[in-house]
């Protein structure tokens, strides 16, 4: 048992059932257990409850103030979408009649182009924020639009609302079908530059920019090199598209014709780091998933926007066979959900695709699923420092799931264990069950405001 050598306080203490995975399992069940959350929002202790006299005199804390979850509840760590378009959520659900190319130019340029509106962007914005974080989303990798106000006002409602965020103001000089919706490449230096400055300048803890070149084929040569470069002088994040359909994948080979693949347009402009991630990758070969793994630049899998779009399946099992980092994305709204749930879902429903069509194919297990969307997301986010499990000394993000809510979706029989309730909760769940959300210690869901 780790000594209170510090002078950290205790802020919350629960007793019951903690669910997570760690390297070595996909998912572990501690039962009878309690995790102690220091005022600094970090995990200070784990331990079984039977010290839990000794934890109260070692962290003092009363053991009148323990959170006792009930039998039907777990704690599980926060969810994290490695992927997902804020500027796109307006239209979540709607406008998944054409392929990738077309529905970009016809549905989803239109919308992002309105984002020089701040009160059109501030409505967008504040209603992705709080849905998500609503369905136990604690970190989001977003996608804003060009627009340099409206980007940081998402980064400002994040912090606001509690999320962690890494949030990108997308770049993107070539774009004939909309010509309105893009920058020059002098103006889009220029504003990534401000970009990065100003949202660094507010030092918000849980926020930070990521770099993020649309995709390749919106971006010049000269802009993917700048975009590099800025990444890498500012150690930041970078995330783009790759791979996506197959008609992009060909283009690609056309607009850049002394690359090797489509993986090697962004190695050669210096975009694949290890704090890179690529959203899709449905058609990489092997050999680009080996640089992949050299570069560690990880991928998202969004299941639901590639099969809503039409767009392929990515083969998650030979990702992982190449030790290449991968955590799951909604892709809102390519992909028609905002919950991580439900990324969970198509990514078994995919899994098992590829299973009927090659009954050689291991099928991913829910318990894999799980770990994807939490410790895997953190990973391909280069967070797992931070976050994806239970782990002292990491921030306390996590989920208070209860299984049997008052006119909930799930129902529960005798003798169904935590494994079941588990099973039960990540095929069946929604946000009536994720009763409560933390993230860095504070929590954020129920909002303040209701
Ligand atoms: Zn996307």
Not at 208 to 219: D, E, I, N, Y
Not at 415 to 435: A, C, S
């Amino acid at each position: 048992m780790r000594q209170n050598d510090t002078t950290a306080r205790i802020a919350h203490v629960f007793s019951g059932t903690f669910v997570h995975s760690t390297p070595r399992a996909a998912v572990e069940i501690l039962e009878n257990c309690v995790l102690g959350v220091d005022d600094e929002g970090k995990i200070a202790f784990i331990e079984k409850e039977k010290d839990l006299v000794s934890l109260s005199k070692i962290w003092l804390f009363e053991t009148s103030d323990i959170k006792q979850l009930g039998q039907n509840e777990f704690l599980m760590p926060g969810m994290v979408d490695t992927h997902i378009h804020a500027s796109q959520y307006s239209y979540t659900g709607t406008a998944l009649d054409l392929p990738l190319l077309e529905w970009l130019n016809t549905y989803t340029f239109p919308v992002e182009a309105k984002y020089k509106d701040l009160e059109f962007a501030n409505n967008v914005y504040t209603k992705v924020v709080r849905r998500t974080l609503k369905n136990g989303t604690t970190t989001a990798c977003y996608f804003a639009t060009i627009h340099t106000d409206a980007s940081l006002l998402l980064g400002e409602l994040a912090d606001k609302f509690g999320q962690r965020a890494l949030v990108g103001k997308v770049c993107m000089d070539c774009n004939s079908a909309v010509p309105q919706y893009k920058e020059s490449p002098s103006e889009c230096k220029v504003e990534t530059d401000r970009f990065i400055k100003e949202l660094l300048k507010k030092q918000y803890p849980h926020v930070k920019p990521v770099v993020t070149p649309r995709f390749a084929l919106s971006c010049s040569a000269s802009l993917l090199s700048e975009l590099g470069e800025i990444a890498n002088n500012n150690k930041l994040h970078i995330q783009s598209h790759i791979s996506e359909n197959k008609e992009e994948v060909e283009l690609v080979k056309t607009l850049f014709p002394g690359c090797k693949s489509y993986t090697d347009v962004y190695l050669k402009h210096n975009l694949l780091t290890d704090k890179t991630v690529m959203a899709h990758g449905c058609h990489l070969t092997d050999e680009e998933l080996e640089i992949f793994h050299e570069t560690g630049s990880a991928i998202s899998h969004c299941p639901n926007s590639n099969i809503s779009i039409c767009s392929g399946m990515l083969n998650v099992r030979n990702v992982l066979k190449h030790k290449v980092k991968l955590g799951l994305g909604t892709d809102v709204a390519g992909g028609y959900s905002p919950s991580v749930l439900d990324a969970m879902r198509r990514t078994l429903d995919t899994s098992k695709t590829l299973t009927i069509q090659d009954p050689q194919h291991q099928t991913l297990t829910f318990e894999e699923v799980f770990r994807l969307a939490t410790l895997g997301g953190s990973e391909a986010l280069s967070l797992d420092e931070q976050i994806g499990n239970f782990v002292v000394g990491k921030d306390f993000d996590a989920l208070r799931v209860n299984v049997c809510v008052p006119d909930g979706p799930i129902d529960l029989f005798p003798g169904e264990g935590p494994k079941v309730i588990l099973e039960k909760f990540l095929n069946l769940g929604d946000d009536r069950n994720i009763t409560e959300v933390y993230v860095a210690g504070r929590q954020v869901v129920p909002f303040l405001d209701t």
